[in-house]
């Protein structure tokens, strides 16, 4: 289904090898002790809403590292996920592409373990910073291609990765097995129903171990968590900070036994709140001793870290994202397109060369990451990509930031959807598999953020140019059938 044919992989195979011909020789030019390339970290939350950090006005719980990577850095306010669920946002990321153009537009299984993969043809980010001279690691999720296939992360760029190849097993906190490359690691203190390996801790260890290792080399760290995705599950030490205290308490009956146990089914969990509050208070730890790790080795000055999530909060697994307010005023949650859906907190922290303390309104997406990387690498960008480097922004240097035009979206769950943004203006048009000129809805997200207020029947024209994007943007993908019309 997802195979090229013959001559079009010898085309791509040929460009490719030349692509990276090209690449080595920039590399053998900039790659030197006296100016070496920056490191890029990259740490991406699971299903955290745009309210659940304490800087953004989670009232419940606090973030602290987070919030000082915030003080520190540069926090986005209109950050954009490349989607509005797991497998299709991780695309766009890694593709520079959005939901109209990339690949991976859903999430769609391969039995046994894992999902459809990025075709081997597919330009990632991780290709390309590998070309230029980086090593490169991935640790979490990975969700874009089947162990082994030419989706595998090993396949896709990076030198290392260590985690769950499948989001259906990313589910489950205690895992049987995780991945180190090529190799099933399994997890024995987690056989039949035991508990006793936490799957985010050995894996974030991976990861300093990573940065360890490579801390005299440049190097691209992708850190996609599973927190705070359900199930709601942390360990003790973490439980025992909230037990109590976020009450009235949300009891979840889970799967405890049969064949979805540890297989994707999310377990029971009678402290629904006390858990969702400590598994983020983990993940903050997490990122606190990453950014700790860079300064201990003396590259702080010369890693950049970027920390976001994949899309907004879920409400499943006992979650609860009215109790914690966290789509914070907006409209929403995972697998909508309203703003509580796609818009999610975004830092920057770069001593030295990102400003501390400050705010950016720029209108940004997760595709827009792939130049940002490859100008801080001052590696060349693909033409045919949707994204545009936000790395001047990040300088300060704001008389020379490209703005977007607009925008796009599309998810085909839920009867189908697209969403386009230009400006304050953001049009959403819901129910496609039934009617693909079904009606678009019209929000000015400048005095109405909570998109309330439909007004497209008095802005016909912004309607229309909405519309004239939509067609425009939605292409068909051969591989996934993607076709509003079936």
Request: hydrophobic content about 35%; aromatic content about 12%.
């Amino acid at each position: 289904m997802w195979k090229n044919n013959v001559n079009k992989t010898i085309k791509t195979v040929t460009a490719a090898f030349i692509f990276v011909l090209i690449i080595g020789c920039k590399k053998e030019a900039t790659n030197n002790k006296e100016n070496p390339k920056p490191n890029i970290i990259y740490i991406l939350a699971d299903d955290l809403g745009y309210g659940d950090l304490s800087f953004t006005g989670q009232k419940m719980f606090s973030t602290p590292n987070i919030d000082k990577l915030a003080k520190d850095g540069m926090f986005f306010t209109q950050h954009y996920s490349g989607s509005t669920v797991c497998a299709p946002s991780r695309s766009t990321l890694l593709t520079g592409l959005h939901t109209g153009h990339t690949f991976i537009r859903g999430n769609r299984e391969i039995e046994p373990e894992g999902q459809v993969p990025l075709d081997s043809s597919v330009v990632t980010i991780s290709k390309l910073l590998k070309a230029g001279g980086y090593t490169t690691g991935a640790f979490g999720k990975w969700g874009l291609g089947f162990p082994g296939s030419e989706g595998d992360p090993n396949n896709q760029g990076f030198d290392y990765f260590y985690g769950y190849n499948c989001q259906r097993l990313g589910h489950n906190y205690y895992p049987y097995h995780l991945w180190d490359n090529q190799k099933k690691e399994t997890l024995k203190g987690n056989s039949g129903t035991k508990t006793e390996t936490y799957a985010p801790q050995i894996i974030h260890q991976k990861a300093l171990s990573f940065i360890e290792k490579n801390k005299n080399t440049p190097f691209f760290m992708y850190y996609p968590s599973i927190i705070p995705h359900a199930e709601l599950i942390a360990p003790e030490e973490y439980m025992r900070i909230f037990r109590d205290k976020l009450l009235p308490e949300n009891h979840f009956e889970g799967v405890d036994n049969g064949e979805k146990y540890k297989n994707g089914g999310y377990a029971s969990q009678a402290e629904s709140h006390a858990a969702f509050a400590a598994m983020i208070t983990l993940l903050d730890k997490q990122v606190g001793e990453i950014r700790a790790k860079v300064e201990e080795l003396g590259i702080a000055d010369n890693t950049i870290i970027i920390f976001t999530s994949d899309n907004g909060p879920h409400t499943e697994g006992g979650a609860d994202p009215d109790y914690f307010n966290s789509n914070s005023s907006f409209k929403g949650f995972k697998r909508d397109l309203y703003e509580g859906g796609i818009r999610v907190p975004m830092i920057a922290f770069w001593p030295n060369k990102i400003k501390p303390n400050t705010t950016s309104n720029h209108m940004s997406a997760f595709w827009d990451f792939l130049p940002t990387a490859c100008d801080i690498a001052e590696l060349d960008s693909p033409s045919n990509i949707d994204g545009i480097s936000f790395l001047p922004e990040l300088l300060g240097n704001t008389n020379e930031q490209k703005e977007h035009d607009h925008l796009y979206w599309e998810f085909h769950e839920k009867g189908g959807k697209q969403a386009v943004r230009i400006g304050d203006w953001k049009g959403i048009r819901l129910n496609m598999k039934n009617d693909k000129n079904a009606a678009i809805e019209l929000y000015n997200l400048s005095n109405d953020i909570g998109e309330t207020n439909n007004v497209a029947e008095d802005y016909p024209e912004i309607v229309n140019k909405i519309s004239v994007i939509m067609d425009k943007e939605h292409t068909l993908s051969k591989e996934f059938s993607f076709n509003f019309e079936k």
